[in-house]
């Protein structure tokens, strides 16, 4: 099926800087005319990737002509090493400031990629080529970039926008079915928080979203025009209420889960998917508005293979020490992101401790 314009790009504004992000089969030839006009205009380019990518994109990957360097796939990529390694590539391959990145990969190297570019000679422009749903929807866009240390995740990095976004959904086509899921996590929690019409889509659509779906590249747009829209609001999340920090919904207990069952126990949006109804519960027990939600939202992170509570049972003492440290480093306060209805998201800092362990128990933590 022809795509309509609409579904193909997405012109963003943000700050001074603007981009665009490109979807489905118009972001190949989109690629494609950068790579060349990079080329004819005499600037040099890098691709970083990761090993996985490597291995099943081949083609995605020759159309740059030049070697990439490939890190080994997974979050300890996401490290203080690979980011020196990345500098030195840069270094090697003879990169001025009119020099550029390619981040061929999912939100790992999108991120490890962005911070190498945005500290490489104070700041060189870099593309986004994200290859995981959880990238396409999220991690390319909105300007975050970083690397974890022994401290905890994401503790350095950079606002650094991206100068250009292909999002081939064609790629998806290698990606494990874990990690679709895991990424469809995220597609749900912008119906939740900020589109109802989306959220009504996922859920009464006769076949769930696979790869090759024809409405895909359109629902992807759908997720990144209501995240850069969010994000022109609040770019540096400083809102004290709503603002980028909506984007965090169901988070505080994913970060909390996947700290405490250990780093790769759950796929970040497994343990998302399990925060989201945890948010919905807590809006339920606070008594707002537009409640119950939760009979409407499980069925659809089912759909997808999400997980809706804990695979195994985890201390709910070392859950909540794992919010606590989060708060501690992050925001100083345990902000919750809560909803009024399907498509209402609100932010909530005072939610009594006995009621988030009351939560983690009926979650299957003891
Ligand atoms: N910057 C942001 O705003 C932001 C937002 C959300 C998440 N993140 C970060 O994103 C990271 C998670 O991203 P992710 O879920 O994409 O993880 P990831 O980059 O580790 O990718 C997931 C897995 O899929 C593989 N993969 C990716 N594309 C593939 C393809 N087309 N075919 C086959 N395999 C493929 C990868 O090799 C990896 O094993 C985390 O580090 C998180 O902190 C950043």
Request: a neutral charge.
């Amino acid at each position: 099926m022809a795509e309509s314009r609409e579904a193909q790009r997405l012109d963003v504004a943000a700050g001074a800087h603007a981009y665009t992000i490109h979807f489905g089969g118009a972001a190949e030839r989109a690629l494609n005319a950068q790579t060349r006009a990079l080329r004819d205009g005499g600037s040099r380019f890098a691709v970083i990737t990761d090993s996985n990518v490597a291995r099943v994109q081949g083609n995605l990957l020759d159309r740059f002509a030049c070697e990439p360097l490939v890190l080994p796939a997974g979050e300890p990529s996401k490290s203080t090493e690979s980011v020196a390694r990345a500098w030195d590539w840069l270094c090697e391959a003879r990169l001025d400031r009119t020099g550029s990145v390619f981040a061929v990969g999912g939100g790992v190297i999108g991120d490890l990629a962005g911070f190498a570019a945005a500290t490489y000679l104070r700041g060189i422009r870099y593309f986004q080529v994200p290859t995981s749903l959880l990238a396409m929807v999220d991690s390319s866009v909105g300007g975050k970039t970083g690397i974890n240390t022994g401290f905890g995740k994401n503790l350095v990095g950079a606002f650094w926008q991206p100068s250009g976004v292909f999002a081939v959904t064609d790629v998806l086509h290698t990606l494990p079915a874990r990690e679709f899921a895991a990424g469809m996590a995220e597609v749900i929690k912008y119906g939740m928080l900020a589109d109802r019409p989306l959220f009504d889509r996922l859920a009464k659509a006769p076949e769930p979203l696979q790869p090759g779906s024809a409405g895909l590249p359109e629902v992807i747009r759908r997720c990144c025009e209501l995240k850069t829209g969010i994000v022109a609001g609040d770019e540096r999340e400083t809102a004290s209420t709503g603002g980028r920090a909506l984007l965090n919904l169901g988070h505080t207990f994913a970060h909390a889960i996947e700290n405490t069952a250990g780093y790769g126990t759950y796929v970040h949006g497994e343990a998302v998917a399990i925060g989201l109804l945890m948010a919905c519960r807590l809006s339920e027990e606070l008594e707002l508005p537009g409640q119950p939600v939760s009979p409407e939202v499980a069925p659809v992170l089912a759909r997808y293979n999400l997980p809706l509570r804990l695979r195994e049972p985890l201390a709910i003492d070392s859950l909540m020490a794992a919010m606590e440290r989060d708060k501690k480093v992050r925001d100083q306060r345990l902000r919750f992101v809560v909803l009024e209805s399907i498509g209402r998201a609100v932010t909530h800092d005072r939610v009594p401790e006995a009621l988030i362990r009351e939560l983690w128990s009926e979650f299957g933590a003891t």
